[in-house]
């Protein structure tokens, strides 16, 4: 395995960086120069700045993220769906010398397209250290990726985090609201509606209703929100799925906690992995494959 590399997870807001010596991590950065939030300086300044003093010519640099997206640095491909794992870490993109952004991952064809960029690494590690067939990936967006036999075989994607910032936001929903409070029995109350009522855009104005009438807390709103947000996410991805599927939740401790409640209350088991941790067993895994091509190839005939 190489002895040293840099790797870097660049999202739209945010920046975070790792660098490695013989497989640990040894230090970390990070930066809110997210693509949509770079002022002005070229993505090369930024990176340079982030891994001053890290690397020499010689240290690999692996990124992943919006940074490989059409609006980032340089666009990297979608490599389609069925996909085996293992091909993620072998079609890397080269935007500089010795810096590489990994691939996005698409749905085939065009009846019910679907794409994925940073959450290909997340998933890559997640298999290796919490192996399932079907993994969870909560966030702004929320992936819901298939997997059988060391293949992706399709992926989803609900839009339950900005959903709800939108509705919280930008809504009538949560116009006049107060600063919200933490709200544990909100969240269950809107967790059991929105699985029991997965169908939810008769249940949305209630929400305004529940509060103006006083039947909600007004800083509970965003909790409650949440939970139906939540509820209905799981109830109706799990509506047709095998109660066999073994499932892996890849997430933040909040939302981990959150999706997990939620799981729970259906019956449904899970293992849950924190997305860092995911994210940097993925890179590595990646960083391997190109110092061992040989290894990475002969792995992949296994699978």
């Known amino acids: 395995m190489t002895t040293g590399y840099i790797a870097i997870d660049w999202g739209s807001t945010h920046l975070r960086a790792w660098r490695y010596r013989d497989g640990e ?81 698409r749905s085939p064809g065009t009846k019910n397209p679907n794409v994925m960029r940073g959450d290909e690494t997340q998933l890559l590690g997640a298999a290796q250290l919490a192996p399932a067939t079907l993994y969870v990936m909560p ?74 009438l006083g039947a909600l807390p007004r800083d509970a709103v965003s909790d409650y929100l949440s939970g139906l947000l939540i509820g209905a996410d799981v109830a109706t991805m799990t509506a047709d799925a095998d109660r066999q599927l073994s499932i892996t939740l890849v997430a933040s401790d909040g939302l981990s906690r959150r999706y997990q409640q939620a799981f729970h209350a259906i019956g449904r088991r899970v293992q849950a992995i924190s997305g860092d941790e995911a994210f940097q067993a993925g890179i590595r895994s990646i960083a391997y494959a190109m110092a061992n091509p040989t290894s990475a190839d002969s792995d992949s005939a296994r699978h």
């Open 139 to 212: 966030g702004t967006h929320c992936k819901w990726v298939f997997t059988h036999h060391h293949k992706i075989t399709h992926f989803q994607t609900v839009m339950t985090g900005e959903l709800h910032a939108l509705l919280l936001r930008h809504s009538l929903i949560g116009n006049g609201l107060p600063e919200q409070t933490p709200s544990p029995s909100a969240f269950e109350d809107g967790l059991a509606t929105g699985l029991d009522n997965p169908a939810i855009l008769p249940r949305l104005f209630e929400v305004r209703a529940a509060h103006v």
């Open 25 to 105: 991590c040894i230090d970390s950065r990070q930066s809110d120069a997210g693509i949509t939030r770079l002022n002005g300086e070229s993505p090369a300044a930024i990176l340079a700045r982030i891994t001053d003093g890290w690397r020499d010519a010689t240290t690999p640099v692996l990124m992943a993220g919006m940074v490989g997206s059409n609006a980032g640095w340089q666009e990297a491909p979608y490599l389609p769906c069925p996909l085996p794992l293992s091909a993620i870490g072998r079609q890397l993109m080269p935007v500089a010398d010795n810096v590489w952004i990994v691939p996005g991952i």
